[in-house]
């Protein structure tokens, strides 16, 4: 199994990225979908999560009306839209997939341990 992170890159204060994850699990549709990011020298935070058919959706605070989530299970690809970037956004952005029940609480779409799978990465830097 693996998920190919995509899109990060050097942006200015106030500019957009679109992170891609391509996974090649052949249930991808049967796995809730997340990101998170770890900045340098803090632990990895939860970002946003998407449930299999994209009924729910979550975020941080912190991310809240900037960024939106999005998959599309034809293509095995979840997608976060960044926007209005700040410097304090600046980290290494992973996706995570979890099978576990899409019924779960809120709480549980924002926990490391959920996630069975884990791509490796894609570097966001946002210059102030």
């Known amino acids: 199994v693996q998920l190919q992170a995509s899109g990060g890159g050097l942006v200015h204060a106030g500019g957009s990225l679109r992170l891609s994850c391509a996974a090649s699990l052949r249930t991808f549709s049967n796995h809730n979908m997340a990101w998170f990011r770890q900045a340098p020298g803090k632990e990895r935070e939860f970002v946003a999560a998407i449930t299999r058919s994209s009924v729910n959706t979550y975020f941080a605070d912190s991310v809240k009306g900037r960024f939106t989530i999005s998959r599309d299970n034809g293509e095995n690809t979840v997608y976060l839209q960044t926007n209005s970037l700040k410097p304090e956004d600046t980290a290494v952005h992973y996706c995570?997939?979890?099978?576990?029940?899409?019924?779960?609480?809120?709480?549980?779409?924002?926990?490391?341990?959920?996630?069975?799978?884990w791509g490796q990465g894609t570097e966001v830097t946002v210059s102030s």
């Open positions: 995570a997939a979890g099978m576990f029940p899409t019924y779960s609480s809120g709480r549980r779409f924002q926990q490391t341990q959920a996630y069975e799978y």
